[in-house]
DNA sequence: TTTGATTTTTAAGCATGCTTAAATATTATA
DNA sequence: TATAATATTTAAGCATGCTTAAAAATCAAA
């Protein structure tokens, strides 16, 4: 098994992919490990020499089989504690975030699995990300739009919200909105890339960093 | 905040030196950790300079009162984890170790905390380890004895059993014998120091390795 | 109390994973 | 297409925490 800082890699290179489906570049990957882009390049390396990514220099890099499989691997340890720690431990949705990124590197295969075998084998997370399964298979997702793509007047359904900065979704917290709300969008403001949503009846101004971590599925009015 | 491995030597010391209530020797922490004697010279330096130990050169270390706080601290978190797996996931009584001695390092105070609560602030772990409380302080402890001390034909209660090496405790599992299982000495076998003890009315033979993990009080016959 | 065994420390080296600064390749622009 | 801006890699260095081998201190036994 890698090192805890392999598996983020791995993982980070995972959800970067998903976003735009091309070979993820040294800066896009420090950025969102925060650290250098020279520590990228060495990593590269190592990742490429363990035949867990594809790497050609100044081309990015790519998973390989074995790279995805761990990177889900780890995805599905982040994803089931954080479920464990909201729905057994009463933690909070905002809460548990950094704490599962400590224990998604320390948890053997055996306890992951009685963790999920306690909550009744999950399909999705608190944020509403799939979980994959004790042999990396992933459940079958609704297609989910992302809200900036949303048309005024229309109504959706809130499916995933991306669980960090912490601060973001404590905020939604507040607000009251949660994964399955339903949500009208009744503005969207072109100058700042705000969109202007209804949720039980109140108005929420959500600003373009906001809006971006939110994921939504259409509801069909009957 | 010390490293992982300042934590592991922190605790190591904390534990030996309860045994023997004298400086800890370089070669019973390295014999501990399973790491080399120059390594813990180096790293006795450090903890010095942190202030979390005193240390003199060919003297031992002793822990400071900060140090201290620091082992009571891993300690608390590595009993309540395996307490937690244990009522919580249905772990077995040996497969909560090696898991806890990972996690120990990982945990937050406020998750820790979530996990007391969880669990109703126990005083004991599964394998009658005293749990430091929250601010440091350990439960009132009765007076045990080592089993190879104490008297053919008494009546014993278990009362602590060293929880590692995993299959040593699965052996003790598997024969019925629990924290708080009454025994009874039945004889004493000078020549390789086994004990033979009764235990559910059956006759059990525990070799001298055996018999160093488990601490008992007597039981006040009526 | 000197000698020899044992314990402990020092020294040198290595792997991991970072950093900053410099060099180089790619890409965009004119 | 030449040049400038940007992205990426290489180079050098550092902290942590190990290792083995050699040196030094302590302890034990005669
Ligand atoms: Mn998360
Ligand atoms: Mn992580
Ligand atoms: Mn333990
Ligand atoms: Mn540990």
Same mark, same amino acid.
């Given at each position: *098994? =890698?090192?805890?800082? #392999? ?9 970067? &992919?998903?976003? %735009? ?6 800066? $896009?990957?420090?950025? @969102?490990?925060?650290?250098? $882009? ?7 390396? !190592? ?11 100044? !081309?990015?890099?790519?998973?390989? !089989?074995?790279? #995805?499989?761990?990177?889900? !691997?780890?995805?599905?340890? +982040? ?7 909201? @729905?057994?431990? &009463?933690? $909070?949705?905002?809460?548990? +975030? /950094?704490?599962?990124? #400590?224990?998604?590197? +320390? ?5 992951? %699995? #009685?963790? /999920? ?14 979980? =994959? ?8 997702? =609704?297609?989910?739009?992302?809200? &900036? $793509?949303?048309?005024?007047?229309? @109504? ?6 991306? %669980?960090? =900065? ?15 709300? &339903? ?8 100058? %700042?890339?705000?969109?202007?949503? *209804? ?22 009015? /009957?």
């Amino acid at each position: *098994m =890698p090192t805890i800082s #392999k598996e983020d890699y791995l993982k980070s290179i995972y959800t970067l &992919n998903l976003q %735009d489906d091309k070979a993820v570049s040294t800066s $896009n990957l420090a950025a @969102k490990l925060e650290i250098s $882009n020279a520590a990228i390049s060495e990593m590269s390396k !190592k990742l490429y020499d363990l035949g867990l990514i594809s790497y050609e220099k100044y !081309k990015g890099v790519e998973l390989t !089989k074995e790279g #995805k499989r761990i990177a889900l !691997k780890i995805l599905r340890r +982040h994803r089931l504690w954080e479920l464990f720690m909201i @729905k057994v431990l &009463n933690l $909070n949705w905002d809460e548990v +975030h /950094d704490e599962a990124e #400590k224990l998604e590197h +320390h948890t053997s295969d055996f306890l992951i %699995d #009685k963790i /999920d075998e306690y909550l009744g084998f999950p399909e999705f997370d608190p944020h509403g990300a799939p979980i =994959p399964s004790k042999d990396g298979v992933l459940p079958e997702m =609704p297609k989910l739009i992302p809200l &900036n $793509n949303c048309e005024i007047g229309r @109504k959706y359904q809130v499916l995933r919200v991306v %669980d960090s =900065p912490s601060e973001l979704i404590s905020y939604l917290g507040r607000i009251g909105m949660n994964i399955h709300s &339903n949500i009208e969008v009744v503005e969207k403001l072109s100058f %700042d890339n705000s969109i202007i949503v *209804m949720l039980d009846n109140v108005n929420h101004s959500l600003s373009e960093k906001v809006v971006d971590k939110i994921f939504v599925k259409e509801i069909e009015e /009957d």
